[in-house]
C-alpha cells in the first residue's frame, strides 16, 4: 500500500508534528508500507530518501509562535506534482487547517484522503482560517484522526465533523535498555525536570516551592533540570539558597535525554496547563522513570487515573513535596510505580497506535482507489462533461 | 441613462453573478459529497462483508462449541447472502449485521477467546476477524460523518431554495450495532498493507 504524508512544518525544524509524522513514517516503512513524505525543508540535500522536497519554508508568526510554512503558487504547484506522481492509495494530510502544505494538499487531492488534528485552536483562530476554507476542506477528507480529546472538541465544535481519537506514540523500543546518563551522580536521588526553564505553563516554580521541603528530608537528593531558557530573577534567588542540588543541564538531543531519564529515581511533571496529551510522561515511563505529575486532565489519562504515577493537585507545591518524598522515601513504590509505568508506555507504542491508523487506512477507501489530483476551482474542473447528479444507490427512493 | 440607473444595472449584475458563483460553488461542494457517500457506502459494505467472511471462517475452523459455531455461522450467512443486492444503508441488511453483531457477541465471551487464542489457527482467525470488526466500525462512522456534513449543507435555504442537490435523494446513515465483541476487544489491532 502506498501512502503519502504530508508535513506541514519544516522538516530540519524539531517539532511535535514533524517527529509525530517522522516516526509514523519509521513505522509504517516497518509493516511494508511505502510512504513518502512531503514537507518543506531548508536544505533539501539533507533529506532521507522517503521525503519529497515541498519547497523552502517561510518563517511566519503562526498559532501562537513562529512557524516555519510554505505557500504561495510554487508550493501548490510542487503539492500538485507530488501527488500526480505518488499514485497513493491514501494521503494522509496532519494538521490540515494549516496555512501550508497541508491545506493546499487538502484543495489539490481527491480520493481517500485522511487528516490528523494535532492541536487544539480555539474558535476564533478556527474562523480566522476562513470558515468556508475550513469547511470545504474539512468535507473532502473522508476520515478524521484527533490525537487527544481537545484536538478532537475543536473539529467537533468548530467545524462539525466526527474524529477517531488515536493518541500520540512513542517509540517505546528508543526507550528500552538506554545507558544511564554520565550527566547524573546516581549515588543519590534523582529528580529530573523537562522543559522550557522561563515557561511558566512548564511549572518549574510549583517544583522549587517544593525543593526545600525534598532537600530536609532528603538532603543527598538532586534536581536535574533539562531544557533550554534563562533563569528569571525571581527564580534565581530560590536556585541559590539551595546551593549545587540544582543542577543545569541545558538542551539535550533526544538520546541524552532518554539516559537521563533512566537514570532518574522519580520523573517530575509540575506542568501548570497547556499540556494537550503528555507525551513527556509515556517517555519517562518508557525510559522506566517513575512519574510524578500535576493532575491535569492530559496527564491523569495517561497515567490512568493515578494507577501509573503519582498525581498531585496542579500547582501545590505542598502536595508536590508530599509526593516526592513519598516515592523518593519508598523503593518498593518506586518498583511498583516503574513496573506499572513500563506495561502502561506499552499502549501509547507506534506499533499500537499504527495498527489503528492503518485501521482508517483501510476503512477510508475501496479497492483500486487512488489519490488523484483535484481540478475542481481550476478552470477545467468547471467545464461539464460528466452527470453531477447521477441515480444514487443510497437514499430514499 | 442616468448615473443611478447605472448604478442599479451594476448593482443587480454583482448580485447575479455573486449568486452564480455561490451556487455554482455550492453545488461542487455538495457533488463531492454526495461522491464521498457513494465511496463510503461502498467501502463500509467491503468491510462489512470482509467480517461475515471471517465470521463464518472462524464457526467453521471447529473451533467453537457446536451450538455456537451454527450461531454464527447461520448469521454470517445470511447477512453475505443479503450483501449482494442490498447495500448498508438498507434496513434489511444492516438488521442482519446487527444480528452477526450479537452472535459473535455471544459466542466470544473473553474465556472462550482466550481457549480459541491458545491454538495457532484459531489466533489468526481471530486477528483477523477483529480487525474485520474494527474497520467495519471506522468504516459506518465516516459513512455517518460524511451523511451529516451532507445534510447540514442541504438544509440551508438558500441550497433548498435553488434545488443545488437536484433529484439526488437525501442521504441515509447507517444504523445498525458494530460493537467489537468484547473478547476480541483486548487483542491489539492487528493491519497489514
Redesign the interface.
Known amino acids: 500500500?502506498k501512502v503519502g504524508l504530508v508535513c506541514p512544518y519544516a522538516w530540519d525544524v524539531p517539532g511535535g508534528v514533524r517527529s509525530h509524522v517522522h516516526d509514523l513514517a519509521l513505522t509504517l516503512t516497518e509493516?511494508?508500507?511505502?510512504v513518502s513524505v512531503l514537507a518543506p525543508a531548508e536544505d533539501p540535500s539533507n533529506l532521507p530518501p522517503w521525503v519529497h522536497d515541498g519547497g523552502r519554508p517561510i518563517a511566519v508568526p503562526y498559532n501562537g509562535s513562529v512557524a516555519r510554512l510554505s505557500f504561495g503558487v510554487k508550493a501548490a504547484a510542487r503539492v500538485r506534482g507530488w501527488i500526480r506522481s505518488g499514485d497513493f492509495d491514501v494521503v494522509h494530510i496532519h494538521e490540515p487547517l494549516s496555512p501550508s502544505l497541508s491545506l493546499l494538499a487538502c484543495w489539490s487531492a481527491?480520493g481517500p484522503l485522511v487528516a490528523t488534528w494535532h492541536s487544539a485552536l480555539d474558535r476564533s483562530r478556527v474562523l480566522s482560517a476562513g470558515y468556508s476554507i475550513a469547511q470545504?476542506a474539512?468535507?473532502?477528507i473522508?476520515?478524521?484522526i484527533a490525537v487527544s480529546e481537545d484536538a478532537r472538541r475543536t473539529l467537533v465544535a468548530h467545524v462539525?465533523?466526527?474524529a477517531?481519537l488515536i493518541p500520540n506514540g512513542v517509540r517505546v523500543e528508543d526507550y528500552r535498555d538506554v545507558p544511564l546518563s554520565p550527566l547524573v551522580d546516581t549515588r543519590g536521588p534523582r529528580v529530573v525536570f523537562l522543559g522550557r526553564i522561563d515557561e511558566p505553563r512548564k511549572g518549574l516554580d510549583v517544583l522549587l516551592g517544593a525543593w526545600g521541603s525534598v532537600r530536609e528530608a532528603h538532603p543527598d537528593a538532586r534536581l536535574y533540570v533539562v531544557g533550554p531558557g534563562e533563569l528569571e530573577s525571581r527564580q534565581e534567588s530560590v536556585v541559590s539558597a539551595l546551593g549545587e542540588s540544582i543542577i543545569f543541564l541545558g538542551r539535550l538531543d533526544d538520546a541524552a535525554k532518554a539516559s537521563v531519564l533512566a537514570s532518574a529515581t522519580v520523573y517530575c511533571a509540575p506542568h501548570a496547563g497547556g499540556e494537550s496529551f503528555g507525551i513527556v510522561l509515556v517517555e519517562a515511563m518508557a525510559a522506566g522513570a517513575p512519574v510524578v505529575a500535576s493532575d491535569l486532565p492530559a496527564f491523569s489519562r495517561v497515567l490512568d487515573g493515578g494507577a501509573c504515577g503519582r498525581l498531585f493537585a496542579t500547582g501545590d507545591s505542598e502536595q508536590l513535596a508530599l509526593a516526592l518524598r513519598a516515592v523518593i522515601g519508598d523503593l518498593e513504590l518506586q518498583s511498583r510505580l516503574r513496573t506499572a509505568g513500563l506495561l502502561r508506555a506499552k499502549a501509547f507504542d507506534w506499533q499500537?497506535v499504527v495498527?489503528?491508523v492503518?485501521?482508517?487506512?483501510?476503512?477510508?477507501?475501496?479497492?483500486g482507489?487512488r489519490v488523484v489530483e483535484d481540478l475542481?476551482g481550476q478552470v477545467v474542473g468547471?467545464l461539464p462533461g460528466r452527470s453531477?447528479?447521477a441515480r444514487?444507490?443510497?437514499?430514499?427512493? | 441613462m442616468s448615473g443611478q440607473t447605472w448604478a442599479l444595472v451594476i448593482g443587480v449584475v454583482v448580485a447575479l453573478a455573486l449568486l452564480v458563483f455561490y451556487a455554482?460553488s455550492t453545488?461542487?461542494?455538495l457533488?463531492?459529497?454526495?461522491r464521498?457517500?457513494?465511496?463510503?457506502?461502498?467501502?463500509?459494505d467491503?468491510?462489512a462483508l470482509r467480517r461475515s467472511a471471517a465470521a463464518q471462517e472462524l464457526a467453521l475452523s471447529g473451533l467453537l462449541d457446536p451450538a455456537s459455531a451454527l450461531l454464527v455461522a447461520q448469521a454470517a450467512h445470511d447477512a453475505r447472502e443479503a450483501g449482494d443486492d442490498r447495500?448498508m444503508?438498507d434496513v434489511q441488511r444492516t438488521q442482519l449485521e446487527s444480528d452477526v453483531t450479537r452472535a459473535l457477541q455471544a459466542a466470544l465471551t473473553a474465556e472462550d477467546v482466550e481457549e480459541i487464542r491458545a491454538d495457532p489457527a484459531g489466533a489468526v482467525l481471530l486477528e483477523e476477524l477483529q480487525?474485520a470488526c474494527?474497520?467495519?466500525q471506522?468504516?459506518r462512522?465516516?459513512l455517518?460523518?460524511?451523511v451529516?456534513?451532507c445534510r447540514?449543507l442541504r438544509s440551508q435555504r438558500l441550497v433548498r431554495w435553488m434545488r443545488l442537490?437536484?433529484?439526488?435523494?437525501?442521504?441515509?446513515t447507517s444504523d445498525w450495532d458494530d460493537e467489537v465483541p468484547t473478547g476480541l476487544a483486548v487483542l491489539?489491532?492487528?493491519?497489514?498493507?
Open positions: 500500500m509493516r511494508g508500507y511505502q481527491q470545504t474539512a468535507e473532502k473522508r476520515g478524521h462539525g465533523g466526527d477517531v499500537t495498527a489503528d492503518t485501521a482508517v487506512y483501510d476503512s477510508v477507501s475501496i479497492p482507489e475542481r468547471r453531477l447528479y444514487r444507490p443510497w437514499g430514499r427512493r | 455554482s453545488a461542487g461542494r457533488d463531492r459529497l454526495h464521498r457517500i457513494d465511496t463510503a457506502v461502498l467501502a463500509l467491503a468491510q447495500t444503508i480487525a474494527i474497520r467495519a471506522l468504516a462512522r465516516f455517518n460523518d460524511g451529516r456534513a447540514q442537490a437536484g433529484r439526488t435523494p437525501w442521504p441515509q491489539s489491532a492487528q493491519g497489514s498493507p
